[in-house]
């Protein structure tokens, strides 16, 4: 009995163990359609495609629609396996028989993330020592618009984003049900922003949700350019990237039109401080292996104890143990 309750908290612990070091890790992608009639009455309709796939497999959502408020293609996908990042979305409102006062917007994001830890070579933990960790993000891709007669003016906006983050902070950021990331500022250690379009030059100013950090300027990519994102690396953190493109159209010219094109690819490669090897927590990033997770503090004591309790078994077998007494002695 004593063996088998044994077994039973071992099992028990080690599937805690497990549990307590798991970390998420993603790639997701998420269109939002939304199609609005401004007069002569107000009225909006939205719709969300999401595809998040936790593992080895990439995600990809594509709508392709022909209605009132003009023709609408968008696409986005993500590996985290291939370390890439691909989003697009194009409108033009030929045909386009909605109200004069109305418009359409396409959003397609594409995201990834994973955690990861600095080791030397012998496996120890990578010393803080001022080295600096490198993401390189090589952008292929363009926006354009024309408003023709249209009564506002269109946009194709494009950001790329990479948020540095605290060990074990992505199970807090994964994807919500409707496709969002929720912004948890306390786990940000930096931010790195990028505009890949003219209409993309306002940065996205995160210390708005009760915090502050560095903040670093957006630059605005051309195609073929790499975005180089350099900070001090620690021992451990999560990340994740994000390439998010809209397009935005107003009625007023069949003949408007607007795109953002980073459909072919976002690729990404990560570089740590001279002399450091990299583990992820998925095994899947590319130039990294699968971290091995730290057992939990109860493990180790259960672990700690079992050669005593092994001693004691073996004892009590060779008649090292408390002597017995016999009933019938006397």
């Not at 080690?14 to 401004?38: D, K, N």
């Not at 979305?89 to 993330?113: C, D, H, K, V, Y």
């Not at 955690?115 to 001022?130: E, K, T, Y």
């Not at 002399?275 to 503090?297: C, D, I, K, M, Q």
């Amino acid at each position: 009995m004593q063996t088998k309750s044994a077994t039973l908290l071992a099992a028990v612990l080690l599937a805690g163990a497990a549990h307590a070091t798991e970390v998420t890790y993603f790639s997701h992608s998420l269109i939002v359609q939304s199609e609005t009639v401004y007069a002569p009455a107000y009225a909006n309709a939205s719709t969300r495609t999401i595809d998040t796939q936790y593992g080895s497999a990439p995600s990809h959502v594509r709508v392709n629609t022909t209605n009132s408020f003009g023709s609408q293609q968008a696409v986005a996908a993500a590996s985290l396996a291939g370390a890439e990042l691909k989003a697009g979305a194009w409108a033009e409102q030929n045909p386009m028989t909605a109200p004069m006062r109305s418009g359409l917007t396409l959003s397609s994001i594409a995201a990834l993330g994973d955690s990861f830890s600095l080791l030397h070579a012998d496996g120890s933990p990578f010393a803080v020592s001022g080295g600096m960790a490198e993401f390189s993000l090589a952008v292929s891709g363009r926006g354009q618009v024309d408003r023709g007669a249209a009564w506002a003016a269109p946009s194709a906006t494009a950001y790329l984003e990479l948020f540095i983050l605290s060990p074990g902070a992505l199970d807090r950021w994964k994807p919500n049900a409707l496709g969002g990331f929720p912004i948890h500022v306390d786990d940000i250690v930096q931010v790195f922003q990028w505009g890949a379009t003219p209409w993309s030059t306002n940065a996205l100013d995160y210390s708005t949700y009760g915090t502050t950090y560095q903040m670093h300027a957006i630059p605005v990519l051309d195609d073929g350019d790499v975005a180089l994102a350099q900070f001090v690396a620690p021992a451990a953190f999560d990340w994740l990237a994000r390439l998010s493109v809209g397009v935005s159209l107003f009625s007023g010219d069949p003949a408007a039109y607007a795109f953002s094109d980073f459909s072919h690819t976002v690729n990404l490669s990560f570089e740590g401080p001279d002399g450091s090897v990299t583990r992820s927590a998925s095994g899947l990033f590319p130039g990294t292996g699968t971290a091995v997770p730290e057992p939990a503090p109860m493990l180790l004591l259960l672990a700690a104890g079992l050669p005593w309790v092994m001693l004691r078994r073996r004892r009590d077998a060779v008649g090292f143990g408390s002597p017995r007494i016999d009933p019938g002695a006397a």
